[in-house]
């Protein structure tokens, strides 16, 4: 490495960087990342003191917005206190978080099991499902993104499983997606009923005495923000329960104020047998993850040993941050402020959008979790082509705007504590960039 100038930290964070950090899902060589030096709020600023627009909320996680002086106060109070003990051992800050979850659960899960992030959470979510039933397999949607470790990126759908299926015991189904229905529908309601209809085939080509549990995204993030039809998870649940097939809700990005609400999965008026969280539970601000536990299964190891456990299970600094994000959220009414933006200001925004824009084919989500389905035509939907896609995110960046893309998406996702004001600024950003005849 080349002397640098340390007096200047940017340019020295970005040397470092390409030097020694090796990043996830790239090509390493020709990584350019931007260096963000300070974030507050829904704004982040580089090293130049540009000022930008979080609409990713970094990887749909920031839900509480950045630096909250709450969290951050949380954070260094724990530290001063006791910065880590062992998973073995009780500690106060462990136990009010894992009671604040229990308490926003659905009544009839009663236990958490802390991880370090949403990807072991699955991991361990389909390991006490197979122990509870004694039975191996796993079935789960193509669209979709269950994180990177063995079984979790083995159960997960899209491009990202094909290197890495070395786990076993998995299978795929189609979940509801009308814009590109794989049954032909016209309506939310024929989609709905076929996409069962696949599910109950799929259970039964795949030996319903063999299937553990059905592992579903409640609503599908990085696949494309696929809010479920009224009736599909509820429908899930009764093939579920038909075959003494479990359900695992993945909550790990819709949870914790995304959609407008505590957990996605409970407008559908539906109960899981497990939960899997991490993300918006603490907004990132310490890795964290886990699983809410029904009592049925937790009573299976009542006295049986759990055969799983982390180091930093329930890490004194992460459940710390926990409490205060939860209890935050909960006093500065956060969350219905996602519900409020989503249904009154965001919402109606994108879709207006829309109707100028011939780029947009669907516009669709909730609460502060919403995807502009970009295509070459609305009459064919073929898929807006990638160079242009990496033109879009080029000039939003260039707008002052951090955006979220996914194949021929843009997914807009800022933090819950979003203003009025500030998606109107973000609103008049992607109407720039996706009007301007240049991409």
Known sequence: MAAVDTADPDRLAYELDREYVFHSWSAQAALDPMVVSRALGTR????????????????????????????????ADQAARLCTIGPSAAN?????????????????????????????????????ARLHTGRSKVLSAYRSYHGNTGSAVTATGDWRRLPNEYAQ?????????????????????????RALAHLERTVTVEGPDRIAAVLLESVP??????????????????????????????????GFGRTG???????????????????????GYVPVGGVVIGEAIAKTFDDRVFPGGLTYSGHPLACASIVAALDTMAEEGIVDNAARIGRDVLGPALRALAEDCPLIGEVRGEGVFWALELVEDRATRAPLRADRMGRIKTALIAGGLLPFLADNRIHVVPPC???????????????????SGEI
Request: net charge negative; proline share 5%; with cysteine.
């Open 417 to 435: 504590t979003v203003t009025d004001a500030e998606v109107a600024e973000a609103i008049a950003i992607y109407r720039s960039v996706l009007m």
């Open 221 to 254: 993030g990085t696949a494309g923000v696929l809010v479920p039809p009224p009736g599909y998870l509820a429908g899930v649940r009764e093939i579920a329960d038909e075959h003494g097939i479990l359900l695992i809700l993945d909550e790990v990005m819709a």
């Open 44 to 75: 982040v600023w580089d090293g130049a003191g540009r000022s930008y627009l979080d609409f990713s909320s970094q990887l749909v996680n920031v839900n509480i917005g950045h630096q909250h002086p709450a969290m951050v106060r949380a954070i």
């Open 92 to 128: 106060l800050a462990r136990g009010e978080a894992a009671r604040r979850i229990v308490e926003l659960a659905p009544d009839g899960l009663t236990k958490v099991f802390f991880t370090n992030g949403g990807a072991d959470a699955v991991e361990n979510a389909i390991r006490m």
């Open 261 to 283: 609400a505590w957990f996605a999965h409970t407008r559908h008026g539906v109960r899981p047998d497990l939960i899997t969280f991490a993300k918006g539970v603490n907004s």
């Open 169 to 193: 015991g998995h299978a795929h189904f189609h979940g509801p997606y009308l814009y590109r229905s794989e049954f032909w529908s016209q309506t939310p309601e024929q989609e709905c009923e």
